[in-house]
């Protein structure tokens, strides 16, 4: 069964905890960043940061909505990521974390440009670079242990569990306090659903990637198809293509070949005819 | 060869060696302190000028090789026979640019054959790697017996000349393959690729348009050639390849308005702001344009208004494969990417190395000069 987390952004007070606890599950360090005038803090994913706490202040009406995001990797139930990776280096388990082997990458970085949520991050400043992203801590989770984040977040804002169950009790709590929550599961078919799902207090499309004139990781607003869907049906047509390609040129060698030696043949049978021709007239 | 020609050749080679020599020490660089070290590419840009212009660019630019070898040897048109070597030359530089390009922008490029044994069958990229081993070796072969006349062994000439028809075959099976599945890798990003650009049909419109630019690159280097190292090649036979290209391109510019159309985007062509700009120079400008320009006899008939016509349909390509690879293909937004001038060094140091080997090869072997072979 797919494991998944539900993020209600309704329950998390920005705390960090989970940030803290995924670099130190991780084994990540720190960075030394800016202050960008917001709370955001890094704002960006990096090779060493990939959870992080986004803070907005989302005015409607006459309602202020303090909206703190927890974001993370999605991991996808139809990654772009996997689909994309030549040498197999990325892999969806069948528990749900999309997980990354060090030994395969070659660093071409199509893992990066194909996800729909920008998550993938590379290590630029490295000799010997590698991707790295949010791991789902598949290490836990392949124990039947939550995450490291959600182990650590105090108001249950994190709920780790099968992700047919969390989409039912997010729906619960959305219909629930309609007031509260907008009524959509992001995750749920986002980019043909993710194992990590959200429910939040304002629309998704009010937590994009520029906010208050700074560059954050965001939500992407997507459609339900799987990035991959075209990508896959040219290369399921590739081996047909292959052997219809070689039967055609092969054809087409062999056809102007025959015309060409036709051709010839003709020609020298006429050069044959006039010189009989020419020898005729000459007796 | 006039004097004249002799003193400017080594002006030229000493311009080349410094550019390859720059490249090298930027490469050298990059290896101890990492890509980001000499590039302005990020987590939200992670690819730029290389992989659109040494990639994209370069397998397209070396289409001559198939389209050239599919005539000669496929069709029977002997009437291009004495270009196809130039063309072969090209294209097998075009795929050596196109390798040491990934030595650098890879993060691992001693893994470079990792896609031998590691398979993503999935994966388009998988495909184009596969593609780009085997095609490069395959012209490698195609051009071989150029140095083994030269160096006046018999035995492995014979053997490339019995094996010939099956490398074409297999040479152009791959090339239609791999031009069309660096279509198929943008696939994979319908949220990013504007929409005037993405379509399911990719791949079709990506072999289009490199047919139509290995005929027009074998005119500009055939054209470029003939002035430098004074081959002469016959007006007809570059007339010739002109008179396909409207065809091609026709094909190709019926196929794209064609795709838009149905899928009832053809308003997009104005409200897409820059996007609509680009779409409407690389079209108009570099297909439209030179259909009317190569159905003009009088074109045909000028050496000089063919080779700038040619190398019109090559800037509209580069164009559109900047446009899909690069300028609407958007990254994180918010994220800006413009090349740092040592990606432009590596770029240049490569192109650098591909005409000096290019210029030493039409020195030291037989390429616009030798007798047709037997047929097989």
Redesign the interface.
């Known amino acids: 069964m797919i494991r998944g987390v539900l993020v209600d952004l309704g329950r998390c007070m920005g705390c960090r905890s989970c940030q803290v606890a995924c670099k130190a599950w991780n084994d990540n360090t720190n960075e030394i960043t800016v202050c960008l005038g917001c709370y955001d803090n890094p704002p960006r994913f990096s090779a060493d940061t990939w959870s992080l706490i986004r803070f907005d202040e989302v005015a409607e009406g006459d309602q202020l909505h303090w909206v703190f995001s927890k974001l993370q990797c999605m991991h996808c139930e139809h990654p772009g990521c996997v689909a994309a990776c030549p040498v197999g280096a990325l892999e969806k388990t069948p528990q749900g974390p999309v997980i990354y082997h060090d030994e395969r990458c070659i660093g071409c970085r199509y893992c990066q440009v194909a996800c729909p949520f920008h998550v993938p991050t590379f290590q630029w400043d490295r000799p010997v670079p590698f991707i790295r992203k949010c791991t789902f801590c598949a290490d836990r989770v392949s124990q039947g242990i939550e995450p490291a984040c959600v182990k650590a977040c105090p108001t249950d804002a994190l709920a780790f569990g099968e992700r047919e169950e969390l989409l039912v009790e997010a729906r619960k709590r959305v219909l629930a306090r309609p007031e509260k929550y907008v009524d959509h599961i992001y995750g749920e078919k986002e980019a043909g659903g993710t194992s990590w799902l959200y429910i939040s207090p304002v629309p998704f499309e009010m937590l994009g990637f520029i906010a208050h004139g700074a560059v954050k990781m965001g939500f992407p607003t997507l459609g339900p198809e799987r990035v991959d869907k075209f990508a896959s049906v040219a290369m399921s047509v590739v081996p047909p293509w292959i052997l219809a390609a070689t039967a055609t040129l092969s054809g087409l060698y062999w056809f102007t070949k025959r015309r060409e030696k036709g051709l010839q043949a003709r020609r020298e049978a006429q050069a044959r005819k006039d010189g009989q021709a020419g020898h005729e007239e000459e007796a | 060869m006039t004097t004249a020609q002799r003193r400017q050749l080594p002006i030229g080679t000493a311009i080349l060696g410094v550019l390859i020599l720059i490249g090298l020490i930027v490469a050298g660089y990059r ?7 000499i590039s302005n ?4 840009r ?2 730029g000028l290389w992989i659109s212009f040494d990639l994209y660019c370069g397998v397209a630019l070396a289409a001559g090789g198939f389209v050239l070898a ?1 005539t000669v ?4 048109l002997k009437k291009y026979y004495p270009i196809i070597r130039s063309a072969i030359l090209t294209a097998f530089l075009g795929y050596l640019l196109v390798v040491f390009a990934l030595l650098v ?5 001693w ?2 054959w ?2 031998l044994i ?12 596969w593609c780009v081993m085997l095609y490069t070796a395959v012209l490698a072969l195609e051009f071989s017996p150029a140095v083994f006349e030269r160096l006046n062994l018999q035995i492995p000439i014979r053997i490339i000349r019995r094996i010939q ?1 099956p490398l074409v ?1 297999t040479g ?2 791959l090339s ?2 791999h031009q ?2 660096l ?3 943008l ?6 690729l504007n929409r005037l650009w993405y379509t ?1 049909i990719l ?1 079709i419109l990506f072999l289009l348009s490199a047919i139509s630019v290995g005929l027009a690159m074998t005119i500009v280097e055939s054209s470029l050639s003939s002035r430098s190292f004074g081959h002469h090649v016959h007006l007809d036979i570059l007339a010739g390849l002109g008179r396909a290209i409207p065809y091609v391109l026709g094909l190709y510019l019926v196929v794209k308005l064609g795709d838009v159309l149905i899928a009832g985007e053809i308003g997009l062509i104005f409200s897409q702001g820059v996007h609509s700009v680009l779409w409407l120079v690389e079209v108009l400008g570099g297909v439209v344009a030179p259909i009317i320009l190569f159905s003009l006899p009088r074109v045909r008939q000028s050496p000089r208004a063919l080779f700038w016509s040619a190398v019109i349909v090559v800037l509209g390509l580069v164009l559109n494969r900047f446009n899909v690879s690069w300028l609407s ?1 958007a ?5 800006g990417y413009a090349p740092h001038w040592m990606e432009f060094a590596i770029t240049v140091g490569l192109l650098s190395g591909g005409i000096m080997v290019f210029m030493l090869a039409n020195r030291y072997l037989s390429i616009a000069h030798h007798a047709p072979a037997e047929s097989g």
Request: hydrophobic letters at 45%.
């Open positions: 290896y101890a302190n990492g890509i980001g070290a590419l990020s987590d939200g992670p690819w599919a040897y496929l069709f029977h922008d890879l993060g691992q490029p893994r470079i990792h896609a590691y398979w993503n069958l999935h994966s388009p990229l998988f495909e184009v790697a028809i075959v152009v099976v239609t393959m069309s599945s279509g198929s890798m696939l994979m990003m319908p949220d990013k399911p791949p293909l990254g994180r937004p918010g994220i």
